[in-house]
């Protein structure tokens, strides 16, 4: 449960787009790095009396390592300047009966300007859509999306699996200018547009945003407890379903190590084998990159011979796509490792980004009938 904290905040570090990190000196001793987001307790400054949860600091959590702000009792911020006493500023609840649930916009409700559009749309006309089981695989996917395609348009959809507020992720803040646009699903929220499902998500990202490609990836923060089922990133087979009913062409980026201590993550991790090999019922095309280490090779190609007739195996040629990874705008980090650490991680995502610009490139298939 939650492990309460109160103190003053000593100075603020950092900012980011959304989001501005603490230092906070703890009631009874001691201090705290904590993180607040602005639009939903108000900005806090040096002297503010704040309470925190402190859970995730507490126990180390490497992704989620701040005491959170949950108010700052004495300088309440104000009321939002749209009455939210109906529904023309939107009545998307997020973050449903917690505390800090937040009433956003959504892309496709009556009050949205979007709405028209998004009442009449049903198909993604083809769109090449990248499911990705890490957050961190997104700036690798970029990378070789604009490897090959430098002007693409390029829509991102955080999912609620790991951090809910995209305000969280300092690679999306960094992302901001490489991205059209980001697009926060379920219960996630903090993007530039806000969908109730992953669904709608998707045909925003197609109709609203005009995405060349779209990449569908949980944000910082992958649960997981060791087994088969239970991780967050099985919702990546979901996703696979979601882009092919809606008639995009699902784009599997495979999580492959070399470099993972923990052997169920070696080669191919289960988490890709689980996702793509029993929950996603519709084909996917599974990119393998073709310049993997011999012993890894084998690894990879052995994990993925049951999963063959399920979906569709793509070689992708990876010259450039170092250079294209080692370009990245933002730094390359998966669970602490960084691209040289773990070069067939980023190279394997960005080879799905790759293959996602070129599927992007080749005139729509015709709609099939659903």
Avoid: C
Avoid at 346 to 355: D, P, V, W
């Amino acid at each position: 449960m939650v492990r309460w904290r109160a103190g003053v905040v000593a100075g603020v570090r950092r900012r980011w787009a959304g989001a501005v990190e603490l230092d906070v000196e703890v009631d009874g001793g001691g201090s705290m790095r904590a993180l607040a987001y602005p639009a939903l307790v108000g900005e806090p400054e040096a002297g503010d009396r704040v309470l925190l949860n402190a859970g995730a600091l507490l126990m180390g959590l490497g992704t989620g390592g701040y005491a959170l702000v949950v108010a700052l009792p004495d300088r309440l911020p104000p009321d939002p300047p749209q009455a939210l006493d109906s529904r023309d500023a939107g009545h998307l609840v997020k973050a449903r009966y917690t505390p800090l649930q937040p009433i956003l916009l959504g892309v496709d409700e009556e009050a949205s300007p979007h709405r028209e559009v998004l009442a009449a749309a049903d198909d993604l006309a083809g769109l090449p859509v990248v499911t990705a089981d890490l957050h961190s695989a997104l700036p690798a996917i970029l990378a070789g999306v604009r490897a090959d395609a430098p002007a693409a348009r390029v829509a991102y959809l955080l999912t609620d699996g790991g951090a809910l507020p995209a305000w969280f992720s300092r690679t999306l803040a960094g992302l901001r200018d490489d991205l059209v646009g980001t697009i926060s699903v379920g219960q996630a929220f903090g993007g530039d547009l806000e969908a109730s499902t992953l669904h709608s998500g998707l045909l925003a990202a197609r109709h609203v945003l005009d995405a060349d490609i779209a990449v569908v990836a949980q944000g910082p923060g992958n649960l997981g407890t060791g087994t088969r089922w239970g991780f967050s990133g099985v919702a990546v087979g979901e996703a696979v379903n979601a882009v092919a009913t809606l008639g995009g062409r699902p784009v599997g980026s495979l999580r492959i190590s070399a470099a993972d201590p923990r052997p169920r993550h070696r080669g191919v991790s289960h988490h890709s084998l689980t996702a793509y090999g029993r929950v996603a019922l519709a084909r996917a095309e599974l990119v393998v990159p073709t310049e993997l280490d011999p012993t890894l090779a084998a690894e990879v190609d052995a994990a993925l011979r049951p999963l063959a007739e399920r979906h569709t195996l793509v070689r992708v040629e990876t010259t450039g796509l170092d250079a294209a990874l080692r370009g990245s705008p933002v730094p390359l980090s998966t669970m602490g490792r960084g691209l040289d650490a773990d070069h067939a991680y980023f190279l394997a995502a960005a080879a799905a980004g790759r293959h996602a610009a070129r599927l992007a490139a080749q005139p729509p298939p015709a709609p099939a009938e659903r």
